[in-house]
């Protein structure tokens, strides 16, 4: 349930719980004090206070501007958004800014405010992300983050995200305050301190699997689509061996590794994976008993030798190209839309675009006859769970200069229509139009290169579904269906509150990871020597050595402090 607060609450609550506080300007912290980190805390009068108790409970469906009274804006201030993508260039950078002028000046009008985005470009993100943000030197304050693909957990215990609590919130973010549930917040915690802002309330499905031609599939006798890894080498084999105009069935970079493992697992048991430690996805438990930890390629040796038999078939037959495991230069999507290959691995809502008929898409121009299905891992055993609440979430840096007004600036960005609009969108009329649905749409003139909004500013922390306006060019039909069967089958994440401290095994932990992804790569694509049960045992062997059951027993002793 959705919990928002009447303005007029909010207001009485403010002049309750901040009383005495005046007119104090943002940079004095009359309600709060400084931590350690150079943030801030609140005092234990707003901390203990009923009254914001009470607020969580509200019920609203007030729609109404943003509240600032009690909080000095006086001071224009330029916030600063850090997130991952390539910097746009040219055109590109032109329609950027004219977004940006018309996003500020909105911010500008409520809250004295603008602001600016800074890229970490995709080459080597992850690291330049990491010391960008260990610099804590003030030039940035929001920050996008993650807990299963940006080390979210890691970077909080390093100190690089400012805790935020309830008071301050609510003072700052009230309408994202009170719209996540108190569950949610929780799951938000490290150390009993709220690092992060979920975007807990937009559909989003980031589980894998193979998208596929399925007229290729009714051509191989596969009337109702492919529903098993059985069905799927059916598949391929068929299309190796009748459609000779295709470069081959699918044209693999290599990295997909991790990806089919994790699959075939999923297809193959109940085990649900716990993610931050590491890609591979070593430990899991399972969706009977989470918080027992397994691995599994130690516990079902059956499971992985069936899997490295099938992948040396698929090698085989010609699945992907002979050169598979050096193959960088592959854009397989780009081939896939041209109709050039017949599958591509990545998640659901790659799916929800390749099965679309729009203008990247132009299989579907070129032969009217063309359909996508998708087979999703787990479909067997109905292993489905949903992302983390984190997987995309907004922090604030811990060396901001202005972290209240970046608060203040995320609930707007989050919570207000016309600049939520401008943030994912762009400007209506030249980014986008709304058709006579009430679908988004492209404007006569579009250039999808640059004049896609969506695609530059890369607002992934804070997307929300009662704001959302749907691309015309998606085919819901098949994308709903799909949404319904996942939602009568998922679990949600079980790990949401387990922050791991790596302190005794991290060592052993990263060894075992780099040992299961080197001969799984090789395992996977069926490059591997001698036979499917000598590559597993030497696998198996060399993690025993490198001690992963003290790692597992470590990880087991923490799982049962938070969650038995």
């Given at each position: 349930m959705k919990r928002r607060l009447l303005a007029t609450i909010l207001s009485c609550i403010m002049i309750t719980a901040y009383a005495g506080c005046g007119t104090a300007g943002v940079n004095e912290r009359a309600d709060s004090s400084q931590n350690e980190e150079g943030g801030f805390i609140p005092s234990e009068e707003v901390l203990n206070s009923s009254e914001v108790v009470i607020s969580q409970e509200q019920d609203s469906e007030a729609e109404g501007g943003f509240d600032v009274s009690g909080i000095d804006t006086s001071e224009h201030v330029v916030i600063t958004y850090l997130t991952i993508g390539d910097k746009p260039e040219g055109k590109a950078a032109d329609r950027l800014r004219e977004t940006m002028a018309e996003l500020n000046e909105k911010l500008n009008d409520e809250l004295n405010a603008e602001l600016n985005i800074e890229f970490i470009e995709w080459d080597n993100y992850l690291s330049d992300y990491n010391k960008k943000l260990a610099l804590k030197d003030g030039s940035v304050d929001l920050v996008g983050a993650s807990t299963d693909w940006l080390e979210g957990w890691s970077n909080a215990k390093k100190g690089v995200f400012l805790p935020l609590s309830i008071g301050i919130l609510e003072k700052y973010a009230p309408k994202t305050y009170g719209s996540v549930t108190s569950e949610h917040w929780d799951m938000c915690k490290y150390d009993g301190k709220i690092y992060f802002m979920p975007e807990d309330n937009y559909t989003q499905w980031t589980n894998h699997g193979f998208i596929y031609r399925k007229d290729f599939a009714k051509e191989a006798g596969l009337r109702e689509g492919i529903n098993s890894w059985e069905e799927l080498t059916t598949y391929f084999w068929y299309v190796r061996n009748n459609h000779p105009e295709l470069k081959c069935p699918w044209d693999s970079d290599g990295t997909n590794f991790d990806d089919m493992t994790q699959g075939w697992i999923q297809s193959h048991s109940d085990y649900v994976a716990i993610d931050g430690l590491g890609s591979a996805k070593l430990w899991c438990g399972t969706k009977e008993d989470p918080y027992t930890i397994h691995v599994p390629i130690m516990e079902d040796t059956d499971m992985f030798v069936e899997y490295a038999s099938l992948m040396k078939k698929w090698d085989s037959m010609g699945v992907w190209t002979?050169?598979?495991?050096?193959?960088?230069?592959?854009?397989?999507?780009?081939?896939?839309?041209?109709?050039?290959?017949?599958?591509?691995?990545?998640?659901?809502?790659?799916?929800?675009?390749?099965?679309?008929?729009?203008?990247?898409?132009?299989?579907?121009?070129?032969?009217?006859?063309?359909?996508?299905?998708?087979?999703?891992?787990?479909?067997?055993?109905?292993?489905?769970?949903?992302?983390?609440?984190?997987?995309?979430?907004?922090?604030?840096?811990?060396?901001s200069k202005n972290p209240e007004r970046a608060l203040m600036v995320y609930d707007m960005l989050r919570n207000d229509k016309a600049c939520y609009s401008l943030i994912c969108y762009g400007i209506e009329g030249i980014s986008y139009v709304i058709n006579e649905e009430g679908l988004r749409a492209k404007p006569e003139g579009f250039d999808a290169e640059n004049?896609?909004?969506?695609?530059?500013?890369?607002?992934?922390?804070?997307?929300?579904?009662?704001?959302?306006?749907?691309?015309?060019?998606?085919?819901?039909?098949?994308?709903?269906?799909?949404?319904?069967?996942?939602?009568?089958?998922k679990i949600e994440y079980p790990y949401g509150q387990f922050v791991p401290d790596e302190s005794e095994f991290e060592a052993k932990k990263e060894k075992c990871n780099e040992i299961y992804e080197k001969y799984m790569k090789e395992i996977s694509y069926g490059k591997y020597d001698g036979t499917a049960e000598g590559a597993v045992s030497r696998l198996q062997s060399e993690l025993a050595l490198e001690g992963i059951d003290d790692v597992t027993m470590a990880l087991q002793e923490q799982i049962d402090a938070l969650y038995r």
């Amino acid at each position: 349930m959705k919990r928002r607060l009447l303005a007029t609450i909010l207001s009485c609550i403010m002049i309750t719980a901040y009383a005495g506080c005046g007119t104090a300007g943002v940079n004095e912290r009359a309600d709060s004090s400084q931590n350690e980190e150079g943030g801030f805390i609140p005092s234990e009068e707003v901390l203990n206070s009923s009254e914001v108790v009470i607020s969580q409970e509200q019920d609203s469906e007030a729609e109404g501007g943003f509240d600032v009274s009690g909080i000095d804006t006086s001071e224009h201030v330029v916030i600063t958004y850090l997130t991952i993508g390539d910097k746009p260039e040219g055109k590109a950078a032109d329609r950027l800014r004219e977004t940006m002028a018309e996003l500020n000046e909105k911010l500008n009008d409520e809250l004295n405010a603008e602001l600016n985005i800074e890229f970490i470009e995709w080459d080597n993100y992850l690291s330049d992300y990491n010391k960008k943000l260990a610099l804590k030197d003030g030039s940035v304050d929001l920050v996008g983050a993650s807990t299963d693909w940006l080390e979210g957990w890691s970077n909080a215990k390093k100190g690089v995200f400012l805790p935020l609590s309830i008071g301050i919130l609510e003072k700052y973010a009230p309408k994202t305050y009170g719209s996540v549930t108190s569950e949610h917040w929780d799951m938000c915690k490290y150390d009993g301190k709220i690092y992060f802002m979920p975007e807990d309330n937009y559909t989003q499905w980031t589980n894998h699997g193979f998208i596929y031609r399925k007229d290729f599939a009714k051509e191989a006798g596969l009337r109702e689509g492919i529903n098993s890894w059985e069905e799927l080498t059916t598949y391929f084999w068929y299309v190796r061996n009748n459609h000779p105009e295709l470069k081959c069935p699918w044209d693999s970079d290599g990295t997909n590794f991790d990806d089919m493992t994790q699959g075939w697992i999923q297809s193959h048991s109940d085990y649900v994976a716990i993610d931050g430690l590491g890609s591979a996805k070593l430990w899991c438990g399972t969706k009977e008993d989470p918080y027992t930890i397994h691995v599994p390629i130690m516990e079902d040796t059956d499971m992985f030798v069936e899997y490295a038999s099938l992948m040396k078939k698929w090698d085989s037959m010609g699945v992907w190209t002979s050169n598979v495991m050096n193959n960088a230069g592959a854009d397989n999507r780009k081939e896939y839309r041209e109709g050039l290959v017949a599958a591509e691995e990545h998640h659901t809502q790659t799916f929800a675009n390749l099965c679309s008929n729009n203008e990247e898409n132009m299989i579907y121009k070129n032969n009217p006859e063309a359909e996508s299905d998708f087979f999703y891992f787990g479909k067997e055993t109905g292993n489905i769970v949903t992302d983390t609440i984190t997987h995309g979430a907004m922090a604030v840096s811990a060396g901001s200069k202005n972290p209240e007004r970046a608060l203040m600036v995320y609930d707007m960005l989050r919570n207000d229509k016309a600049c939520y609009s401008l943030i994912c969108y762009g400007i209506e009329g030249i980014s986008y139009v709304i058709n006579e649905e009430g679908l988004r749409a492209k404007p006569e003139g579009f250039d999808a290169e640059n004049d896609s909004v969506y695609s530059m500013t890369n607002f992934w922390w804070g997307r929300n579904d009662d704001l959302e306006i749907r691309d015309a060019e998606i085919n819901w039909d098949i994308v709903d269906e799909l949404y319904t069967t996942y939602d009568k089958k998922k679990i949600e994440y079980p790990y949401g509150q387990f922050v791991p401290d790596e302190s005794e095994f991290e060592a052993k932990k990263e060894k075992c990871n780099e040992i299961y992804e080197k001969y799984m790569k090789e395992i996977s694509y069926g490059k591997y020597d001698g036979t499917a049960e000598g590559a597993v045992s030497r696998l198996q062997s060399e993690l025993a050595l490198e001690g992963i059951d003290d790692v597992t027993m470590a990880l087991q002793e923490q799982i049962d402090a938070l969650y038995r």
